[in-house]
């Protein structure tokens, strides 16, 4: 049943993130970032722009701190890879990580969608280049992993400090960087805006695979044990 819930509020937020993308190709659109570049929303872009400035320092810090959800990949990457070896099977590898590497490369896919079709650019120019800043990289990155540190301690770990740990550094981290991100101003607000909508509806689709693999592995234990009783 939760993984129905989780399927349909996935795909309500990936809706909502198509939706957000169209309305940022027709509303409220000028010329207003570097270059002539043309924004949607651009009144309130451009507000929250100037409220905030742009910070070099915090966005080379952010830069950096990208690291981290990429190191956490390779680690599951680890994970799967040794239960690989010493189970000499792929589909005996567990399920949640497969479908975790599946997700991973869907999340890259959709990078690189964007990168090829720029819908927005960023709001200075990066080493005299434009760059495409949506949805932004770096949030999209770190709120579709941090999530997923979190539910593989709680599915993983037995120590009840272990997982609360996890939950505050995941919630903590994920925090600062969204916020670091749009106040080094780096990035266009909606394009925050738009990476909370894509992670958040991935997750929650992969969250809902992983919950239909638990209910399948569960009933198909329940029905070799029935056949031995």
């Known amino acids: 049943m939760e993984d129905k819930k989780d399927l349909r509020r996935g795909v309500g937020l990936l809706t909502a993130f198509m939706l957000w993308t169209i309305l940022l190709r027709?509303?409220?659109?000028?010329?207003?970032?570097?270059?002539?570049?043309?924004?949607?929303?651009?009144?309130?872009?451009?507000?929250?722009?100037?409220?905030?400035?742009?910070?070099?320092?915090?966005y080379t810090i952010t830069d950096w701190l990208g690291l981290v959800p990429i190191l956490i990949c390779l680690c599951f990457g680890v994970l799967g890879l040794v239960q690989l070896v010493r189970r000499r099977s792929l589909l005996r590898v567990d399920a949640d990580l497969l479908l975790l590497g599946l997700y991973y490369l869907l999340v890259i896919a959709a990078y690189l969608v964007f990168e090829m079709i720029p819908i927005n650019y960023r709001p200075i120019l990066i080493e005299g280049r434009l760059e495409a800043s949506y949805p932004s990289s770096t949030t999209l990155l770190v709120l579709s992993v941090m999530p997923t540190l979190r539910f593989q301690i709680d599915r993983r770990a037995g120590e009840p400090f272990l997982r609360k740990a996890a939950a505050v550094f995941a919630a903590v981290f994920s925090a600062f960087m969204v916020i670091g991100r749009l106040v080094s101003g780096v990035h266009w607000a909606t394009d925050i805006a738009a990476s909370v909508l894509l992670s958040a509806g991935l997750f929650l689709l992969y969250r809902a695979a992983v919950r239909a693999?638990?209910?399948k592995r569960a009933k198909c234990g329940q029905r070799r044990k029935d056949g031995v009783q």
């Open 26 to 58: 027709v509303v409220d659109v000028q010329a207003a970032g570097p270059d002539g570049t043309r924004i949607g929303f651009a009144a309130f872009n451009v507000r929250v722009h100037r409220l905030t400035g742009v910070h070099m320092g915090l």
């Open 213 to 215: 693999a638990d209910e």
